[in-house]
């Protein structure tokens, strides 16, 4: 075991070498793609991203290898926000265990870096017959489209779900689990009665897939750092709850992943309810199918996601849960020149009975193939089929621990953690960020997460204003403070 661990270290050592190597001696582009030069009369060529997400950044970056440096033609991305935000590491932002800042990568950056265009603007649709955007900004003409626009929570249809459960997709949502856990230890430092007292220390979780496992570890983690700030708390008055409607974790994984993760769970003290459906979300409680009530202030959703709604403007057949069905090129059927990627897309591959999962590999694989199927397009060239290999799945399950599947090799314990902080630094965007990153994770081994609150507890009575009294008013009017009268 520790030879296998050194060499392991080994490999991640040499990993963030070439991340370092590429920061500072960046290879030049070698690979274009050839395209008939347009005649003088004609316009140049734009392609258009939707999203720079996983699979939008993917895009852009095989874009640059295919096409950079081309003057006939252009390429531009569109995003309702100005920065890619590397969400795998949303959980610790909600844990306290990386800044929000250091997740997140300015798009107008990633613009320069790639040399195209960026705009922030809201797409409203698509006009597939005028072969342009509707957009907050104006309509967006484009020759070749890859729409990647993400995708939001999905609460199935659940508004009470909506309305009380936090979910976890963005920095801001992050932030406010961070500070509703925080505020949530705060009252309880005070509060007498003790059945609102152990509502405000019961956290569930629902979902247990990879973001609801991961959130359930480092929350974990984040309880041990408060409570000895909090003597009054004890350890076992806090639970910790994670509710997954299918019977086991990691729903489509390798099983012996999600075994390894509900021991790990188990061990940190995370109670697991399988095969349980949610049925009901209030401010003060949550209830399941078969009739079970648990009192808690702290609901978190991370049960899925559906793609976001300009997805439900596109024709052709879709999945229950929104994705759009594309063909083998990763094509919109019917509609040349138009390719969709990652969250939004809904792909079976020969080799699968279902279609790819909604995951940050998948949107980049599709992302890469996208932009190469879209210059092909413009080009004439045919269109070549995507193909995709599942390398494996990495899940973080907590301090010092992960587990690591591995074309079906599976790896846990420290291996597995250091194979996962690997290969979050490769896909962290920005030199910066993963310095500082690798900076937060060595705190977070000695206990040091972030246990400040930004967000006031709602309800609380301000504190009144302080008033002058008449004769101070008059002795600071004398002095030139403040006018008299």
């Known amino acids: 075991m520790r030879r296998g661990t050194g060499l392991i270290a080994a490999l991640i050592a040499i990993a963030m070498l070439r991340v370092i190597r590429g920061r500072l001696w960046p290879r030049q582009d070698v690979r274009r793609t050839t395209m008939a030069a347009p005649a003088p009369d004609q316009p140049a060529r734009r392609i258009v991203i939707v999203g720079i997400g996983f699979a939008g950044l993917a895009a852009l970056g095989r ?78 003409a484009y020759d070749a489209l890859i729409l990647a626009p993400g995708s939001v929570p999905n609460f199935f249809g659940m508004a009470d779900a909506e309305q009380y459960a936090l979910p976890l997709k963005w920095i801001r949502d992050g932030m406010r689990i961070h500070d509703r856990v925080i505020n949530a230890f705060e009252q309880a430092d005070r509060e007498t009665d003790r059945d609102r007292r152990q509502m405000l220390l019961t956290f569930v979780i629902v979902g247990g897939g990879a973001t609801g496992v991961e959130l359930a570890a480092s929350l974990s983690d984040l309880v041990a750092t408060l409570l000895p700030h909090y003597p009054s708390i004890r350890s076992e008055e806090v639970r910790l709850l994670l509710i997954e409607a299918r019977d086991a974790l990691l729903p489509g994984w390798n099983p012996r992943m999600g075994q390894r993760a509900a021991r790990q769970l188990l061990r940190h003290h995370v109670e697991l309810l399988l095969g ?77 009975d279902h279609p790819l999962p909604p995951t940050a ?23 070549l089929p995507f193909e995709y290999r599942v390398p494996g799945e990495l899940v973080s399950l907590g301090r010092g621990a992960a587990a690591a599947d591995i074309r079906g090799v599976v790896f846990d314990g420290l291996p597995g953690w250091l194979i996962r902080r690997g290969v979050y630094l490769t896909n962290l965007v920005g030199f910066r960020n993963r310095l500082f990153v690798i900076l937060e994770w060595l705190f977070v081994t000695f206990r040091q997460r972030a246990i400040a609150s930004f967000t006031e507890i709602p309800g609380r009575r301000r504190a009144a204003a302080p008033s002058l009294a008449p004769a101070a008013v008059r002795a600071r009017a004398r002095e030139g403070d403040v006018p008299e009268g």
């Open 63 to 140: 874009l640059k290898q295919l096409v950079g440096g081309d003057a006939q033609t252009e390429v531009l991305a569109v995003d309702r926000r100005n920065y890619h935000l590397f969400t795998p590491l949303l959980y610790q932002v909600a844990t306290g265990g990386v800044e929000p800042g250091l997740i997140a990568y300015p798009a107008r950056r990633i613009a320069r870096d790639h040399r195209i265009r960026f705009m922030e603007a809201v797409v409203d649709g698509v006009d597939l017959a005028r072969h342009q955007l509707d957009t907050d900004a104006g309509p967006i």
């Open 361 to 383: 590999r998948a949107a980049i694989e599709s992302g890469r193939a996208a932009a190469e199927n879209a210059v092909r397009y413009l080009a004439g060239q045919p269109l």
């Open 276 to 352: 349980t459906m949610v049925s009901r979300v209030t401010d003060a409680a949550i209830e399941t199918a078969a009739g079970q009530r648990i009192p808690t202030a702290t609901v978190i959703w991370t049960a899925g996601v559906r793609p976001e709604p300009l997805v439900d403007l596109l024709p052709g057949p879709k999945l229950r849960d929104g994705r759009v069905r594309v063909d083998r090129y990763l094509a919109l059927p019917g509609y040349p020149g138009v390719f969709i990627a990652g969250d939004a897309a809904a792909m079976i591959l020969p080799t699968m």
